[in-house]
């Protein structure tokens, strides 16, 4: 089965691990293009930017070795592209944004500061359905064995309830080093966090230090950990209700404020349907 895909990253179109990930899925028979940012935009979340009808978005166009699709580097975050993919910007509206290689784990309640995974999310607001990839690593990176595991999940995202995103992380193995894909919680932390170090009276010195807690099981960072692939479903904006309050009643201080740690039901915004997105954001 195959599909139309918008390739996007955080790490900038420029990244190796986009242009393998643009190529394997291309290979399989896809209709790929690449809308990615024209910068390193780690860190930017779910973030749009800055945009008006004063201000337009550049872009300019470019081209990925051994990669036959379109390629559109853009002067904004990665879930800004997701936007430009819904409105069709550079090509049909696709199936499913697929966001990475990132160079780096998203893993833990970290995944919500990423701008690889805020991609997938973005797609999810839009209407799409989202694949984040990230790949473990530093010394080498096996870009190969998160692009073949991609590929691999493609069927399944296709096969799966509209709007959903999921969340892969590969450790920085070969594919035949790798034990397997298992499904995973996200772990209390990710891999790592950032530390104030110094504040002159101009700056402050932030650093990013590894986090190195042991992980709970079954959770994406203890797997990765242990040499497997981890697979995790993840849900963007959503409503926190608890049983003292409804939709439309009049706040009253005495009842308290509904939080999803005090076991609180959490609920997704009720979702358009693609014609009624369609008519919202307008085709063409």
Same mark, same amino acid.
């Given at each position: ?100 290689? @990132?160079?780096?784990?998203?893993? &833990?309640?970290?995944?919500?500061? +990423?701008?690889? *995974?805020?991609? !997938? %999310? $973005? ?118 209700? @608890?049983?003292?309050?409804?939709? &439309?009643?009049?706040?009253?201080? +005495?009842?308290? *404020?509904?939080? !999803? %740690? $005090? ?22």
């Amino acid at each position: 089965m195959t599909c139309r895909i918008v390739v996007t990253n955080d790490d900038g179109v420029d990244s190796a691990g986009i242009h393998v990930l643009a190529r394997f899925l291309e290979c399989e028979g896809h209709q790929v293009t690449v809308i990615a940012p024209d910068y390193d935009a780690s860190g930017t979340g779910t973030s749009l930017g800055s945009y008006s009808a004063t201000n337009p978005i550049r872009f300019r166009e470019k081209k990925i070795e051994s990669f036959d699709g379109g390629v559109y580097a853009v002067a904004g975050p990665p879930a800004l592209c997701s936007l430009l993919a819904s409105n069709e910007a550079f090509c049909s509206r696709p199936e499913v944004v697929v966001s990475g290689i @990132n160079a780096g784990l998203n893993v &833990g309640r970290s995944v919500v500061h +990423s701008g690889t *995974v805020g991609a !997938a %999310l $973005a797609a999810q607001n839009f209407g799409m359905k989202g694949l984040a990839v990230s790949l473990g690593g530093a010394v080498r990176w096996f870009w190969e064995s998160a692009a073949e595991m991609a590929v691999k999940l493609i069927p399944s995202v296709l096969a799966g309830p509209d709007r959903s995103v999921t969340n892969i992380n590969v450790p920085g193995l070969p594919m035949d080093q790798l034990k397997g894909l298992k499904w995973a919680r996200l772990a209390r932390f990710g891999t790592v966090k950032g530390v104030v170090r110094r504040v002159t009276s101009r700056n402050v010195h932030v650093e990013n230090v590894r986090n190195d807690y042991t992980p709970e099981l079954n959770t994406d960072l203890a797997l990765t950990r242990h040499g497997y692939a981890s697979l995790t479903c993840l849900q963007g904006a959503c409503e926190v209700w @608890n049983s003292d309050v409804v939709p &439309g009643q009049k706040f009253d201080p +005495s009842l308290r *404020v509904s939080g !999803a %740690l $005090a076991g609180d039901p959490v609920c997704p915004p009720l979702a358009f349907s693609v014609e009624e997105l369609e008519e919202s954001y307008g085709k063409g």
